[in-house]
T-cell receptor, first 113, second 113 residues
Framework: AQSVSQHNHHVILSEAASLELGCNYS??????LFWYVQYPGQHLQLLLK??????LVKGIKGFEAEFIKSKFSFNLRKPSVQWSDTAEYFC???????????FGRGTSLIVHP | KAGVTQTPRYLIKTRGQQVTLSCSPISGHRSVSWYQQTPGQGLQFLFEYFSETQRNKGNFPGRFSGRQFSNSRSEMNVSTLELGDSALYLC????????????FGPGTRLLVL
């Protein structure tokens, strides 16, 4: 079975700092990759997704992620974070013909104003 | 389109009781999935329903059950509640160009005392 690892469990940054959250998956075949965000008190929402094509994917709110197949990674980046980016971030993967994503444990991001 | 809705938003129950949670998917979505979210385990898949049939099931005991109605609304039932069942229960309906993306509701927060 596939698994997803998010190595950073808690990240604390100051506003305007750059962000990179790591995500690695274990599956050798075709994957679809997702990043979801859960703002405090809000529901889980899709930030961006990758299915095929350009491995650099741009999402909402200035986020982007790069799929590196050789490293089984799909890291999330943002050049300059804002206080409003404080949230929990989840990486997820679907494999083969399955539509059921496997989620990582999540990374809690706190941005200080 | 209206998003995924879940009722109730909060529940307090005692051990041994049972509970029923409800989910209404985005209009036109026929697949509904349920997840349990806890701080220690992250998001864990419970089951998926499509056109009133359970198509996938996660690794949860038989106390967790669900069903889907002809209008795609879904219910999840947990019988003989245990303290460890305290969690945020998320419902998601599947959409996107190829039906590959999960859209989540706000969740039902269940506290078992």
């Amino acid at each position: 079975a596939q698994s997803v690892s998010q190595h950073n469990h808690h990240v604390i940054l100051s506003e305007a700092a750059s962000l990179e959250l790591g995500c690695n998956y274990s599956y050798g075949g075709t994957v679809n990759l997702f990043w979801y965000v859960q703002y405090p008190g809000q529901h889980l929402q899709l930030l961006l997704k990758y299915f095929s094509g350009d491995p650099l994917v741009k999402g909402i709110k200035g986020f982007e992620a790069e799929f590196i197949k050789s490293k089984f990674s799909f890291n999330l980046r943002k050049p300059s974070v804002q206080w409003s980016d404080t949230a929990e971030y989840f990486c997820a993967v679907t494999t083969g013909g399955s539509y059921i994503p496997t989620f990582g444990r999540g990374t809690s991001l706190i941005v200080h104003p | 389109k209206a998003g995924v809705t879940q009722t109730p938003r909060y529940l307090i129950k005692t051990r041994g009781q049972q509970v029923t949670l409800s989910c209404s998917p985005i209009s036109g979505h026929r697949s509904v999935s349920w997840y349990q979210q806890t701080p220690g385990q992250g998001l864990q898949f419970l089951f998926e329903y499509f056109s009133e049939t359970q198509r996938n099931k996660g690794n949860f005991p038989g106390r967790f059950s669900g069903r889907q109605f002809s209008n795609s609304r879904s219910e999840m039932n947990v019988s003989t509640l245990e303290l460890g069942d305290s969690a945020l229960y998320l419902c998601a309906s599947r959409g996107g160009l190829r039906g590959e993306t999960q859209y989540f509701g706000p969740g039902t927060r269940l506290l078992v005392l």
